[in-house]
C-alpha cells in the first residue's frame, strides 16, 4: 500500500467524555480526497487506541504531514505523539486544529515548543487543504491564509481565511470511523449548517467564527442534508443521528426550512430518530410537533438562565418568560430536553441562588450537566474579555479563573465543587446515554431518565441546604455539612451505579470512566 499523503490524529483523552464521531476531520479527509490527496483517520479516542498502537501506525504509513485535533484533555496524548514523530518520523510536519488550538496558539507554541509546525486557525478545510497542497508541491506553506507558524522567538499569524459560503460544495465527511461509531451504540452525526446567529458573550461559536471571514450562519440545503441521510441509511442501516450544528435553524424562515425538512423525509419514505440543537426562541409548537413525528426525541436547548440579569449581560436575546414556554412545549410533546444551564457567575446574588433552584426544581424533567455550573470564561469570547478587563482573573493553563463578588455565592459555589468531585462520575454516567444521545429505544430512556431524576433530587436537596445556611450566616458550617453528606451518601451512589451497570449490559452500551478536567 502506497504510504499515505496525511494522517489526521484525534489523540486519545483521559476525560469523562464519551467519545464520538468526530465529523470535523471526517471533512478534512473527505476534502483532500477530492483533491487528489490520500487521507488515513486515526481517532484513537473513539477507537480506544493508546498512543503505543496509533505510534506503531505511524511507523508503518510513514505520512508527509500528520494533523491533530487535541482536546484540553487530550494534550498529554498529543505530546506524546508529536515526541514519537519528531523522534522516528522528523520530516513529518505536524499542524494542529480545533477550537483549542485556534484559540490558544500562543501558549501551545510555549507550552510544546518544536512539537509540531503550523496551527490552522478557524474553519479548516480551506486553510489546510492549502497548507497541504504547499508542502506536497515544494511550495512556502507559510503564505498560507488562516495559519499561525513560529519564526525564531517570533509567532507569525497570517490573514484569516474566507469561510466556505456554500456548504453544499463540500463532500460528504470521509466515514472511516463509521464502525466504531455504530458498534458503541452513537449516533451518526450530520453538520446541516455552521454558526449560530446569536449574541452571546460567553460562546465559543461565535468566537471561533469570528477567526475566519464571511456569514454567521451558514447552512447546507435541505435536499443535500436529505442525501446525505438517505445514503447513510441505505449503505449502513443508520436510523440514529444527531445534528452537531451548534443552531439548526436559521434567523429567517425558520418554518419553511423544517416542513421542506419534514417533507423531504416524507418524500423519500425515510424513517429516522435525531436531535438538533437550537436557540430558545426557534421553538414553537407546530414546528417541533411536525419534527417530533418525522423522528425528532432530543432537543439541545441554550436555557442558560432564569435571571434577567444574567441573560441581559449575556446578550442571550430572550427572556425568562421565554425560557419556561419553550420547556413546557418541549415537556408537552414529550421531547427529551438537554439544556444548557449556567447558575453561577462573577456577579451571582445569593437572591439569585434561590430562583435558580426554584427553577430547576420544576424543570427537574430536563437533562443537565449537573448542579456546579458556572459560565466558563474561554479565550476569544466578548464574556472573558470583560472578566479580564473588570475583575480580579487568574490564568490557569488554558482556563480563566475568576472571583465571586459575593462571599456567600463564594462558599456556596466552593462546597458544590466539593461535591460534585464526590458524584461528578456517576452523574455524567447516568446522563450519558440521553446527553449523547445513544441509539437505544424509548422505553430504555425512559429507565435510565428515572436514575437521572433521582440524582437530581439528590443534588437540588444539597443546594437547597446551602443556600439556608448562607442565609442563617452558617456558611463555616457548609466544609462539615458537604463532608457528612459524602459519607452518608456512598450507599445510594453505589445503588445507583449497580443500577447503571445492568442498565448499560442489558442495552448493550459502553461507558469509558475518566476525570473531569474542569473539577
Known amino acids: 500500500m502506497k504510504n499515505p499523503d496525511v494522517v489526521l490524529i484525534v489523540p486519545p483523552s483521559e476525560s469523562f467524555r464519551q467519545a464520538e464521531e468526530h465529523l470535523g476531520i471526517g471533512y478534512l ?14 481517532d484513537g479516542f473513539l477507537g480506544q487506541m493508546s498512543c503505543a498502537d496509533i505510534a506503531e501506525n505511524l511507523k508503518v504509513l510513514k505520512p508527509r504531514i500528520i494533523g491533530f485535533s487535541p482536546y484540553q484533555d487530550s494534550l498529554g496524548s498529543f505530546s506524546k505523539l508529536a515526541k514519537f514523530v519528531r523522534d522516528k518520523l522528523p520530516n513529518v510536519h505536524i499542524s494542529l486544529g480545533g477550537f483549542l488550538s485556534s484559540f490558544n496558539y500562543s501558549w501551545l507554541f510555549s507550552s510544546f ?43 507569525i499569524k497570517n490573514p484569516a481565511q474566507s469561510k466556505i459560503l456554500n456548504l453544499d460544495s463540500l463532500p460528504f465527511p470521509d466515514r472511516s470511523t463509521i464502525k466504531e461509531t455504530l458498534s458503541q451504540k452513537n449516533p451518526l452525526h450530520i453538520c446541516a449548517s455552521r454558526g449560530c446567529y446569536g449574541n452571546c458573550t460567553f460562546c465559543s461559536v461565535n468566537a471561533f467564527g469570528r477567526l475566519s471571514i464571511g456569514e454567521k450562519w451558514r447552512g447546507r440545503s435541505v435536499r443535500n442534508i436529505i442525501d446525505e441521510v438517505e445514503l447513510l441509511q441505505k449503505e449502513y442501516g443508520a436510523v440514529y443521528f444527531k445534528f452537531i450544528d451548534d443552531c439548526w435553524f ?40 411536525e419534527l417530533k413525528e418525522r423522528g425528532l426525541f432530543s432537543v439541545s436547548l441554550g436555557v442558560e438562565s432564569i435571571i434577567s440579569r444574567q441573560l441581559k449581560e449575556w446578550k442571550k436575546g430572550v427572556t425568562p418568560e421565554q425560557n419556561i414556554l419553550t420547556l413546557e412545549i418541549c415537556r408537552k410533546l414529550g421531547i427529551i430536553v438537554q439544556m444548557g444551564y449556567i447558575m453561577l457567575d462573577r456577579n451571582t446574588t445569593l437572591e439569585e441562588l434561590k ?10 424533567f430536563t437533562i443537565t450537566k449537573g448542579i456546579y455550573s458556572f459560565v466558563f470564561a474561554a479565550e476569544g469570547t466578548d464574556l472573558t474579555e470583560d472578566y479580564k478587563k473588570n475583575g480580579k482573573t487568574e490564568k490557569r493553563g488554558i482556563n480563566l479563573d475568576y472571583d465571586f463578588k459575593s462571599k456567600e455565592v463564594s462558599e456556596i459555589a466552593s462546597a458544590l465543587k466539593k461535591w460534585s468531585k464526590f458524584y461528578g462520575d456517576t452523574y455524567s454516567w447516568a446522563i450519558d446515554s440521553l446527553s449523547a444521545p445513544k441509539a437505544i429505544s424509548a422505553a430504555e ?32 458550617l457548609m466544609d462539615s455539612y458537604i463532608k457528612r453528606e459524602i459519607a452518608g451518601s456512598r450507599a445510594f451512589f453505589a445503588a445507583i451505579e449497580d443500577r447503571l451497570t445492568n442498565f448499560y449490559k442489558k442495552a448493550g452500551l459502553f461507558y469509558r470512566k475518566g476525570s473531569n478536567i474542569y473539577l
Not at 129 to 140: C, N, T
Open 29 to 42: 479527509s473527505a476534502v483532500l480526497k477530492v483533491s487528489g490527496i490520500s487521507s488515513i483517520i486515526i
Open 113 to 155: 515548543p518544536n512539537l509540531f509546525d503550523s496551527i490552522v486557525v478557524g474553519e479548516g478545510e480551506v486553510s489546510f487543504s492549502e497548507l497541504v497542497k504547499s508542502i506536497l508541491s515544494g511550495k512556502d506553506w507559510r503564505m498560507v491564509r488562516g495559519i499561525v507558524f513560529r519564526e525564531g522567538s517570533e509567532i
Open 250 to 289: 436559521p434567523l429567517q424562515e425558520k418554518k419553511e426550512r423544517a416542513i421542506e425538512f419534514c417533507q423531504e423525509l416524507d418524500k423519500r419514505n425515510l424513517r429516522i430518530k435525531f436531535r438538533l440543537s437550537c436557540r430558545v426562541n426557534d421553538v414553537e409548537y407546530d414546528i417541533f410537533k
Open 355 to 364: 430562583q435558580h433552584l426554584s427553577f430547576l426544581k420544576k424543570s427537574r
Open 445 to 476: 430512556r425512559q429507565e435510565i431518565h428515572q436514575m437521572v431524576m433521582a440524582l437530581k433530587k439528590k443534588e437540588l436537596g444539597i443546594l437547597r441546604v446551602l443556600i439556608k445556611l448562607a442565609e442563617e450566616r452558617h456558611t463555616a
